[in-house]
């Protein structure tokens, strides 16, 4: 007798992308031990927590070292003081209260979107964007619902939805059906946005087809465009078919902090074998409450205290911030002739090369001869290839220097 082991984790593709891309870093710098490089690859905030959250993630901490006001476990589906937060920040129009036990409180938007396929049946099919934040990717290939990736660079049973500056990035509908929808808005990496209108198609075809979409705006409060939707059950019906991820990680500063939260109405079915319908959230619920113990007290009021209105008004600043870098970047390179998208709704910038340089050959470039790092998008699919991703989650002086040494390459 041995272990089998499941193989569907030997089809994935090593993350090539974020190790190559540290291991080019890794021996540039150490071939120009002075070189000063600017790090505009990884997707990770940069600014400390806002006071407001400091202070309530603080008092929550002294309320564990006291006998009458520790906590131990919490709900799984998080604290009704934060659901509530939640839904009187943003949830309330749509429908959602505190009795229809819509919202679960999570340690990450990362988490859920990479566990929420396991609601489905393996023979489902599942469509993504492409490029594509890889997590929707890989989990569905862990559980064994693709083949091996082909020469072209997608899995085989995935149905892929392009998504580049031939279409605006603006994905068309599948040729084939499918019955899972992976949808992120404002994009990872693209930057780019969907108009109410353009939603509406896929909630649609949803609706039609009896689909899901699964809806992942972790970078919603970077929307800075006034006919983009924040949440897709601004929709007409998108509560009957869409499942919507959030995120406090990009909007609070809270990667380190990890707090998030799904949306699953009630209204959402899927159904068995036999035709019968079943509730969505009642499996995710379960799901949770078997798999998962909560977010911890403090964090859950740390994440409270960001949806506060003063909250709220310390971390516009710091996401105006970030979007001000983005401004910088998407101007610098425009003016040098530069194709660029995103970046006005989203903190990433998601630059054509020039000369049709491949994607490795431009961050190449821009490494060794202006020492700034981006992310090769060929990283996150085949039609990301041709392009590369910088990210505004830089200072405001290193991301002018980078735009300066970046003005003086000759491309
Ligand atoms: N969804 C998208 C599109 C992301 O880009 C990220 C992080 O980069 C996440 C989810 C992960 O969020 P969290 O930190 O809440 O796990």
Same mark, same amino acid.
């Given at each position: 007798?041995v272990?089998?082991?499941?193989?569907?984790?030997?089809?994935l593709?090593?993350?090539? /992308?974020?190790v190559e891309?540290?291991r080019?870093?890794?021996?540039?710098?150490?071939?120009?031990?002075? #070189?000063d +490089?600017i790090k505009?690859?990884?997707g990770?905030?940069?600014?400390?927590l806002?006071?407001?959250?400091?202070? #309530?993630f603080?008092s929550a901490?002294?309320e564990?070292?006291?006998?009458?006001?520790?906590k131990?476990?919490?709900?799984e589906?998080?604290?009704d003081?934060l659901a509530?937060?939640i839904?009187e920040t943003?949830f309330?129009p749509?429908?959602v209260s505190l009795?229809t036990d819509?919202?679960?409180?999570?340690?990450?938007a990362?988490?859920?979107?990479?566990n +929420?396929?396991?609601?489905?049946d393996?023979?489902?099919?599942v469509?993504?964007t $492409?490029?594509v934040? @890889?997590v929707?990717v890989?989990?569905?290939?862990?559980a064994?619902r693709?083949?091996?990736?082909?020469?072209d660079?997608?899995?085989d049973?995935?149905?892929?939805?392009?998504?580049?500056?031939e279409?605006?990035f603006?994905p068309e509908?599948?040729?084939e059906?499918?019955d899972?929808i992976?949808l992120?808005?404002?994009?990872n990496?693209?930057?780019?946005?969907l108009t109410?209108?353009q939603?509406?198609?896929? *909630? $649609?075809?949803?609706?039609e087809?009896?689909?899901?979409? /699964?809806f992942d705006?972790?970078?919603?409060k970077?929307?800075?465009?006034d006919?983009?939707?924040h949440?897709?059950?601004?929709?007409?019906?998108?509560k009957?078919?869409?499942?919507?991820?959030?995120?406090?990680?990009?909007? #609070?500063g809270? @990667?380190?902090?990890?707090?998030a939260?799904t949306?699953?109405?009630?209204?959402l079915?899927?159904?068995?074998?036999?035709g019968e319908?079943q509730s969505?959230?009642a499996?995710w619920n379960?799901?949770? @409450?078997?798999k998962?113990n909560?977010v911890?007290?403090p964090v859950?009021?740390a994440a409270?205290?960001a949806?506060?209105?003063e909250?709220q008004?310390?971390?516009?600043e710091?996401i105006?911030?970030?979007?001000e870098n983005a401004?910088?970047?998407?101007e610098?390179?425009?003016?040098l002739g530069?194709?660029?998208?995103?970046? *006005?709704?989203?903190?990433y910038i998601?630059?054509? @090369?020039?000369?049709n340089? $491949?994607?490795w050959a431009f961050?190449?470039?821009?490494l060794n001869e202006?020492?700034?790092i981006?992310t090769?998008?060929?990283g996150?699919?085949?039609s990301?290839e041709?392009y590369l991703?910088?990210? #505004?989650?830089?200072t405001?002086e290193?991301?002018?220097e980078a735009?300066?040494?970046?003005?003086?390459?000759d491309?």
């Amino acid at each position: 007798m041995v272990v089998k082991i499941n193989e569907n984790y030997l089809k994935l593709e090593s993350s090539y /992308l974020f190790v190559e891309v540290a291991r080019r870093e890794a021996e540039f710098q150490k071939n120009h031990p002075d #070189a000063d +490089i600017i790090k505009m690859g990884i997707g990770d905030v940069t600014k400390p927590l806002v006071p407001k959250v400091v202070e #309530a993630f603080k008092s929550a901490v002294d309320e564990m070292a006291e006998a009458d006001s520790f906590k131990g476990y919490g709900p799984e589906q998080g604290y009704d003081f934060l659901a509530n937060a939640i839904i009187e920040t943003d949830f309330k129009p749509y429908g959602v209260s505190l009795d229809t036990d819509e919202i679960f409180i999570s340690d990450g938007a990362k988490c859920d979107t990479g566990n +929420i396929q396991e609601l489905f049946d393996l023979n489902n099919k599942v469509a993504v964007t $492409d490029p594509v934040y @890889t997590v929707y990717v890989d989990t569905n290939v862990m559980a064994g619902r693709t083949g091996f990736m082909n020469d072209d660079g997608m899995y085989d049973g995935l149905v892929y939805l392009k998504c580049n500056a031939e279409n605006d990035f603006i994905p068309e509908l599948p040729e084939e059906p499918v019955d899972i929808i992976y949808l992120c808005y404002p994009n990872n990496p693209t930057g780019t946005t969907l108009t109410k209108e353009q939603l509406k198609v896929f *909630v $649609d075809y949803a609706r039609e087809n009896k689909s899901v979409i /699964l809806f992942d705006a972790a970078y919603e409060k970077f929307i800075n465009e006034d006919n983009v939707p924040h949440s897709i059950y601004e929709i007409e019906g998108a509560k009957e078919v869409a499942i919507e991820f959030r995120s406090f990680s990009k909007t #609070a500063g809270f @990667t380190g902090t990890r707090c998030a939260y799904t949306v699953v109405p009630k209204e959402l079915k899927g159904y068995t074998e036999d035709g019968e319908e079943q509730s969505l959230n009642a499996l995710w619920n379960r799901r949770q @409450t078997t798999k998962f113990n909560g977010v911890s007290y403090p964090v859950q009021k740390a994440a409270e205290a960001a949806l506060s209105k003063e909250g709220q008004e310390q971390i516009k600043e710091v996401i105006d911030y970030y979007m001000e870098n983005a401004k910088v970047i998407r101007e610098s390179l425009t003016d040098l002739g530069l194709q660029v998208y995103g970046g *006005v709704s989203s903190p990433y910038i998601w630059v054509k @090369t020039p000369n049709n340089m $491949d994607s490795w050959a431009f961050f190449d470039l821009l490494l060794n001869e202006a020492n700034v790092i981006g992310t090769p998008g060929s990283g996150f699919g085949p039609s990301g290839e041709g392009y590369l991703r910088l990210t #505004a989650f830089n200072t405001l002086e290193n991301t002018k220097e980078a735009m300066d040494r970046i003005s003086k390459l000759d491309f």
